[in-house]
């Protein structure tokens, strides 16, 4: 599949909001490079950005520090939102940090170093996992 191809086959919008600018420019070009719309938010930002009707149906990538600074102090689901997955880039898959993605919400956990297309493979499966829910909660 040749790059146009890929870009008309996903026009998603994919959220980065990651604590080092590097690590966001790197994805935001690899994000780009697979056909998809990327823009940048913080943890300040983030869920109006999330709800903004230009961004629905997309995807967030967000980092384990941005999590974590999000969801200290809440309790319960913070990405509760089924037209916008999530996919935790973490930096060790223990029980403890699934069991907190789980209860925010989290579609998808990625362990980083991000290695082949593990990211693209997790942003694809959350993006197809919410299309698919959300197409059987419409169907009668």
Not at 25 to 49: I, M, P, W
Not at 123 to 128: M, S
């Amino acid at each position: 599949m040749r790059l146009g191809e890929t870009r008309l086959a996903q026009a998603e919008t994919i959220l980065i909001a990651v604590g080092d600018g590097v690590l966001a420019d790197s994805l935001r070009f690899s994000l780009e490079l697979e056909g998809f719309e990327t823009r940048f938010c913080d943890e300040h930002s983030l869920l109006a950005t999330m709800n903004a009707p230009c961004v629905r149906g997309g995807c967030l990538v967000l980092d384990q520090d941005v999590f974590a600074r999000m969801v200290d102090g809440t309790r319960g689901a913070i990405f509760t939102d089924p037209g916008m997955p999530v996919v935790l880039m973490v930096s060790h898959v223990t029980e403890r940090v699934l069991a907190r993605a789980s209860a925010a919400g989290v579609t998808e956990v990625v362990e980083k170093p991000l290695l082949g297309g593990a990211l693209f493979t997790a942003i694809r499966q959350a993006l197809a996992r919410t299309a698919h829910s959300g197409s059987a909660q419409r169907a009668p």
